[in-house]
């Protein structure tokens, strides 16, 4: 591949977010070709496929990955499918960018970490909101020391409905939602890792439920190796949109990002005031999810280590694990104690 050739990737997953990717692929990254598409599903993969004019469309996920064509994959399947795929596509020499959590265990994300160290091809995990304006702004200024020591943090992710429970694994609100949160708060608090976790969690949307293992609200504790003490919180059902919001408080200001509203427009008439909210995450982080994939493409091209890494991944991951444990022992757990079961 030489630098004037479009980068070719497949896509691994053809679901609700693999389909945005596949977009994003397809139109909206110049030097970025979406070369394959493959989906386990029956034609799944070929009714994008004939959408988006990408002609190689497959079920076989073996196949794409044996494409000698394909440059890298970008993988959008299931969660717990996704540290074997990073090990399957590095093996196959891909560059690879997983959606997040790249694991559910430790031992998971050892090896998807260590698969691609073997073989030298560079490993992203698409942990969007490091991409979004506000939050990219806010680390910066951390980083810069422009509010001085970290020492107080928060960040939440509410989504707007629980429409279909059944499908909704255990432990999920802390392994696919709040993972965002835990690696909200390490980004705002540069150079510090996690030491302690205490969580609480309850089904309080549906109650229904909770004896298939399914919580949908949950509030952590997160205290950090330089003092810092952090919450994070999640909630199944936010009836008045989709609501993501951060805020680190520190010892010369604050600073805080993410909202509500799909614009700064507020309506004033008979019936009161109101904002048009924001309904879903593709809406309130479209740029965003564009702007992972066209760095991860960037470090394709040049060689040099992705922006957010495997090592991110497991960190966010250890923070989940821990309070997956907290909630099950009712007591605080020391990450650095934290080992698989």
Not at 260 to 288: C, I, K, M, N
């Amino acid at each position: 591949m030489t630098t004037q050739q479009p980068l070719a990737v497949g896509l691994i997953g053809v679901g609700r977010m693999g389909s945005f990717h596949a977009e994003t692929l397809a139109h909206r990254l110049p030097g970025v070709r979406l070369a394959a598409l493959a989906d386990p599903a029956p034609g799944a993969a070929r009714s994008l496929g004939d959408r988006l004019g990408c002609a190689t469309a497959c079920t076989d996920i073996g196949e794409l990955l044996a494409d000698p064509r394909i440059d890298a994959v970008v993988i959008a399947t299931p969660a717990r499918t996704h540290a074997g795929l990073v090990e399957a596509a590095a093996g196959a020499g891909k560059a690879v960018y997983c959606e997040k959590p790249m694991a559910v265990t430790l031992a998971e994300a050892d090896r998807a970490i260590a698969s691609a160290a073997e073989a030298g091809v560079p490993l992203q995990v698409g942990f969007n909101r490091r991409y979004d304006a506000g939050f990219r702004a806010a680390h910066a200024k951390v980083a810069a020391g422009g509010i001085g020591t970290p020492q107080l943090l928060r960040s939440l992710t509410r989504d707007p409905q629980l429409a279909d429970p059944a499908r909704i694994a255990p432990w999920t609100i802390f392994l696919e939602t709040l993972i965002h949160d835990f690696d909200v708060l390490r980004h705002l608090n540069p150079g510090a890792e996690p030491v302690e976790v205490f969580a609480t969690a309850d089904a309080l949307v549906r109650p229904d439920f909770k004896d298939r293992g399914l919580l949908d609200t949950a509030v952590v504790t997160v205290r950090f190796d330089n003092g810092a003490l952090a919450t994070a919180e999640a909630s199944f059902q936010a009836v008045y949109g989709y609501d993501v919001r951060a805020e680190v408080f520190g010892s010369a200001g604050m600073l805080t990002m993410g909202d509500v509203r799909r614009t700064h427009l507020t309506a004033y008439g008979p019936d009161g005031v109101a904002a048009e909210s924001v309904t879903y995450d593709q809406h309130l982080f479209h740029d965003a999810y564009v702007a992972e994939l066209a760095d991860f493409a960037d470090s394709v091209r040049t060689g040099r280590t992705p922006s957010v890494t495997g090592e991110d991944a497991r960190a966010a991951l250890s923070i989940a694990l821990a309070a997956i444990r907290s909630v099950t022992t009712g007591g605080t757990v020391r990450v650095d104690e934290l080992q698989d079961r």
